[in-house]
C-alpha cells in the first residue's frame, strides 16, 4: 500500500524527515492541499500566494526527476487528506508537524481518522521543547536562544530518499485553476526579476550566502547592499530547512556567523510564542491603552489617507517610502527598513501596529504568522518582552547611520538626482515636486506618540 505525504510549507526532497519516513516503507504519494478558506484558517496572501504557486511547480518538477508527481487537492485538508487516503487505500500519512493554530487542529482531527505520523523538521527545536529550569517554555528571546543553542545540534541533516512510485496515480487538480497568480493588473513584474524560486534555488542562494556570511555582521543592516541571506521565503515555504541552513554555517565560526545564527533561532523563538499565545498575530498581549492609544483609520477618512500613503510609500520619509515601495516591487523587505517603516506607522502615525501586521501579511513573499506578529509586537512594545514603545526610531538618522542612499535612489526614482547630503531627508529647495512633504514632523510626531501614551495609561 503506498503511504502519503502531506506537505504544507515544506516543500522539498532534502531534510525531509516525513517524505524520508514515508520512502522507507513504500510507494510514496505526495499531496498538497489547498486550504486556506475555511473557518479559522487565516487566507495566504497575495504574495505568499504567488510564492507558492511557483514552489508547487518546482516541487512536481523535483518529484519528476524521479518520476514521481505531486497531487493537488483543495478544501478542507483534513477532509482531503481522509479522502485521498480512502481512494489509494494507503497505509499511513506521514506529515512535518506545523504550528499555525489552524494547522494543530487539522493535525488533530486528521489523527483521529486515521494513522497519521507527525515529524519535526521545520525548525532548528521542535517548538515547546526549549525549556527553563522549572521545564516552562520560555518567553523571551535572549534566555530561550542562550538556552537553544546548548541543544544544537539535535538531529543530522537527511538526504533527499530515493522513492518509489504507486502503481497508479489518484486523479490531481490543476495549479493554473487555483489562480494563485495575479492577473489583472499583474503586479508581480518585479517578483518575477527578483526571485528564483523552489528547492534548488534555495540551495543555491545558501551556497552563495556561505561566501558572505563572514560581512554579515555589518553589512546586514545597510539596505543599499545585499547583506543578508534573503532566506526568508525559502525557509517559509519550506523549499530547505534550518537544520541544513544551520549545518552548511558551521562551517564558519566568525562573528557574521555567530550572528547569523542568532537570527535562525529568532525564528524558532516565534513558534514557541504563537504556541503559548496562538492569537498573537492579532491581539496585543500588553494593553496601552487600547483605543484610547490610536488614531483608527475607519473612523477619519483623514487617518485612513495616513495609512495609504505609509503603504504607497508617500510619507515624505525616504527611507520609509523606500522601504514601502521595495516591499510592493519585488514582495520582501530589508530587515532594518521592515522595522523602520514599522515603528513608523505605530509611533509616527499612531496607527494600530494590527494594520501594519495585516499589510505585511498581504505583501512578504515570506508572510509567516510567528515572524510577522511576533516582530511587529516587538516594535510596538505590546508584546511579551520589554516595553520598546517609547523608544521612537528617528528614521532619518537611521538612514544616514545606515548609509541608505543608494537603496532610496533604488527604489524611489524621484530622489535619484540628490546628493548623499539630501537623500535621507531633502530640504524643500531640493525636494522634487512630485515627491510629497513629510506627513508628520519627526519632532511633532515624537512628541504626540510619548503624550498620547502617557495619557492612554492614565498618566
Ligand atoms: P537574514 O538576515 O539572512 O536572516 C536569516 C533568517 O533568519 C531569515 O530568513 C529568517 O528566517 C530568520 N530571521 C531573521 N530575522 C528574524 C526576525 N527578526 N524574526 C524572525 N526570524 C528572523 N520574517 C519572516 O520570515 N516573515 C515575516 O512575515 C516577517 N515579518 C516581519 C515584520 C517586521 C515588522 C519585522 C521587523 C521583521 C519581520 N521579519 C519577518 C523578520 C526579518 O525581517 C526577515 O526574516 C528578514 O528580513 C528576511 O531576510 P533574510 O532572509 O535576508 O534574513
Not at 54 to 76: F, T
Not at 118 to 141: A, F
Not at 419 to 440: E, F, L, V, W
Request: aromatic share 10%; net charge negative; with cysteine.
Amino acid at each position: 500500500a503506498p503511504h502519503i505525504v502531506w506537505l504544507r510549507r515544506d516543500l522539498r526532497l532534502a531534510d525531509q524527515p516525513a517524505l524520508y519516513a514515508a520512502a522507507q516503507e513504500g510507494p510514496v504519494i505526495c499531496v498538497y492541499v489547498l486550504d486556506d478558506e475555511g473557518a479559522g484558517n487565516r487566507a495566504m496572501g497575495g504574495a505568499a500566494r504567488w510564492w507558492l504557486h511557483h514552489s508547487l511547480q518546482a516541487m512536481d518538477r523535483e518529484l519528476g526527476k524521479h518520476r514521481g508527481k505531486l497531487i493537488l487537492r483543495r478544501g478542507d485538508a483534513a477532509d482531503e487528506i481522509a479522502k485521498l487516503a480512502e481512494e489509494t487505500g494507503a497505509a499511513a500519512v506521514h506529515a512535518i508537524r506545523h504550528y499555525e493554530p489552524w494547522w494543530r487542529k487539522a493535525q488533530g482531527r486528521l489523527a483521529d481518522r486515521l494513522d497519521l505520523r507527525l515529524y519535526d523538521g521545520n525548525y532548528l527545536l521542535p517548538p515547546g521543547t526549549v525549556t527553563t529550569g522549572s521545564g516552562d517554555p520560555y518567553k523571551i528571546y535572549t534566555p530561550f536562544a542562550k538556552s537553544a543553542r546548548q541543544c544544537m545540534p539535535q538531529r543530522e541533516v537527511l538526504d533527499a530518499p530515493s522513492l518509489t512510485n504507486p502503481d497508479e496515480w489518484p486523479d490531481s487538480g490543476d495549479l493554473d485553476d487555483w489562480n494563485l497568480l495575479p492577473t489583472k493588473p499583474d503586479w508581480a513584474a518585479g517578483f518575477r526579476d527578483a526571485w528564483e524560486v523552489g528547492e534548488s534555488a534555495a540551495l543555491a542562494q545558501l551556497d552563495d550566502f556561505a561566501d558572505r556570511v563572514k560581512d554579515y555582521e555589518d553589512d546586514r543592516n545597510r539596505p543599499s547592499i545585499d547583506g543578508s541571506s534573503r532566506l526568508s521565503p525559502h525557509l517559509h515555504h519550506g523549499e530547505i530547512s534550518p537544520m541544513q541552513v544551520w549545518d552548511q554555517l558551521t562551517r564558519h565560526t566568525g562573528e557574521g556567523a555567530e550572528t547569523f545564527r542568532g537570527e535562525l533561532l529568532w525564528r524558532d523563538y516565534t513558534q514557541n510564542v504563537i504556541c503559548q499565545f496562538p492569537a498573537y498575530p492579532s491581539e496585543s498581549y500588553r494593553d496601552l491603552g487600547g483605543e484610547k492609544l490610536w488614531r483608527n483609520p475607519n473612523r477619519s477618512h483623514l487617518i485612513a489617507e495616513e495609512l495609504e500613503a505609509w503603504q504607497q510609500g508617500r510619507t515624505g520619509y525616504p527611507i520609509v517610502d523606500a522601504g514601502m515601495r521595495q516591499l510592493w516591487q519585488i514582495g520582501w523587505m530589508h530587515n532594518r527598513v521592515r522595522m523602520i517603516a514599522a515603528s513608523f506607522l505605530i509611533k509616527h502615525l499612531l496607527i494600530d501596529w494590527r494594520h501594519g501586521e495585516q499589510w505585511y501579511w498581504d505583501c512578504l513573499v515570506d508572510a509567516d504568522y510567528g515572524n510577522n506578529g511576533v516582530n511587529w509586537q516587538w516594535v510596538a512594545g505590546t508584546g511579551v518582552d520589554s516595553n520598546m514603545f517609547p523608544r521612537i526610531m528617528a528614521p532619518l538618522s537611521q538612514s544616514e547611520k545606515f548609509d541608505a542612499g543608494d537603496y532610496i535612489r533604488q527604489f524611489v526614482p524621484e530622489l535619484a538626482e540628490l546628493s548623499d547630503d539630501q537623500i535621507h531627508d531633502p530640504d524643500d529647495k531640493h525636494r522634487p515636486g512630485d515627491y510629497p512633504a513629510k506627513i508628520i514632523g519627526h519632532r511633532e510626531a515624537r512628541e504626540r506618540a510619548l503624550s498620547a501614551y502617557r495619557e492612554a495609561k492614565g498618566e
